[in-house]
């Protein structure tokens, strides 16, 4: 079955000529420099050494071998993504990640991101980017307007508008959303977007926690082309938890899932 999976530092020998098309294809960004403290694979290390990327792509974690999971914002065959975990820290690092390595490998005229979440503040980071549209709150009628906006964009460009750039809508915690689902417009617009939005370039990324697919709202869940879920480590569970274990200074293996493309993959969550 073919997969947008990109598993390795391609040079994208498929599509030559919208790679080499434009030199407006990829961004160069600063890469900071993290502290040599850091147990976790660094997502600048990845992308200084394996780059460049084609356009389009996002790094999702570190394979087993040292290689980059990817997915291609070019092609809706991976869905939209679903991050599922107890750990609120590591499951933050993933969609930080998805944030970072979307605004370091592609310029602004390619990838838009667009964020809701209760805790804006963990993603402040990310502000720094020009790839960064709007940061709202779940409680705000800005976020729910943006949903009924970009769902509205999805079914434009379904009938014939021209597509324009990808868009990233990271929403961090599903249950921060529950109220504004409550509104029929809104969970219709939601729906839509989860279930066509990546035919159209439009993507969610959603965090949630286990359990969350038996809410009100939990059968949305289930159109997710692609999931990332946390797996049980036994090098882990004599420590603890994960965090204990970092804290303790242990390296730990890959510790979660992604099903992309028939395809189950374990990854280490990359540290940004």
Same mark, same amino acid.
């Given at each position: 079955?073919?997969?947008?999976?990109?598993?390795?530092?391609?040079?994208?020998?498929?599509?030559?000529?919208?790679?080499?098309?434009?030199?407006?294809?990829?961004?160069?960004?600063?890469?900071?420099?993290?502290?040599?403290?850091?147990?976790?694979?660094?997502?600048?290390?990845?992308?200084?050494?394996?780059?460049?990327?084609?356009?389009?792509?996002?790094?999702?974690?570190?394979?087993?071998?040292? /290689?980059?999971?990817?997915?291609?914002?070019?092609?809706?065959?991976?869905?939209?993504?679903?991050?599922?975990?107890?750990?609120?820290?590591?499951? &933050?690092?993933?969609?930080? &990640?998805?944030?970072?390595?979307?605004?370091?490998?592609?310029?602004?005229?390619?990838?838009?991101?667009?964020?809701?979440?209760?805790?804006?503040?963990?993603?402040?980071?990310?502000?720094?980017?020009?790839?960064?549209?709007?940061?709202?709150?779940?409680?705000?009628?800005?976020?729910?307007?943006?949903?009924?906006?970009?769902?509205?964009?999805?079914?434009?460009? $379904?009938?014939?508008?021209?597509?324009? *750039?990808?868009?990233?809508? /990271?929403?961090?915690?599903?249950?921060?959303?529950?109220?504004?689902?409550?509104?029929?417009?809104?969970?219709?617009?939601?729906?839509?977007?989860?279930? *066509?939005?990546?035919?159209?370039?439009?993507?969610?990324?959603?965090?949630?926690?286990?359990?969350?697919? $038996?809410?009100?709202?939990?059968?949305?869940?289930?159109?997710?082309?692609?999931?990332?879920?946390?797996?049980?480590?036994?090098? /882990?569970?004599?420590?603890?938890?994960?965090?204990?274990?970092?804290?303790?200074?242990?390296?730990?293996?890959?510790?979660?899932?992604?099903?992309?493309?028939?395809?189950?993959?374990?990854?280490?969550?990359?540290?940004?």
């Amino acid at each position: 079955m073919a997969s947008n999976l990109i598993p390795l530092p391609a040079l994208w020998n498929g599509n030559r000529e919208r790679r080499n098309s434009s030199s407006l294809d990829y961004q160069t960004a600063a890469v900071p420099t993290l502290s040599s403290r850091e147990i976790a694979p660094s997502l600048y290390s990845l992308i200084e050494s394996m780059g460049p990327f084609p356009p389009y792509s996002v790094v999702v974690g570190q394979c087993r071998d040292g /290689l980059p999971l990817m997915i291609d914002l070019d092609n809706p065959k991976s869905g939209s993504i679903l991050v599922v975990g107890e750990n609120v820290y590591e499951k &933050t690092q993933i969609m930080k &990640t998805l944030g970072h390595s979307a605004s370091l490998i592609n310029k602004p005229g390619l990838v838009q991101i667009s964020l809701i979440s209760n805790n804006i503040s963990r993603y402040s980071d990310l502000e720094q980017y020009p790839n960064c549209h709007a940061w709202h709150h779940a409680y705000d009628r800005a976020a729910a307007e943006m949903i009924i906006e970009l769902a509205s964009l999805a079914e434009q460009r $379904r009938w014939g508008r021209e597509r324009g *750039r990808a868009m990233m809508l /990271l929403i961090d915690d599903f249950q921060s959303l529950a109220p504004i689902l409550s509104d029929d417009r809104i969970y219709l617009s939601f729906k839509t977007l989860v279930s *066509r939005g990546p035919t159209s370039g439009i993507w969610p990324i959603l965090s949630i926690n286990p359990g969350d697919e $038996r809410s009100d709202q939990g059968q949305l869940l289930h159109s997710f082309g692609t999931y990332i879920f946390e797996k049980v480590s036994r090098d /882990l569970s004599s420590a603890g938890n994960s965090n204990n274990a970092r804290q303790a200074g242990l390296s730990y293996p890959p510790n979660y899932n992604v099903i992309i493309g028939g395809r189950l993959i374990p990854i280490s969550v990359l540290s940004v």
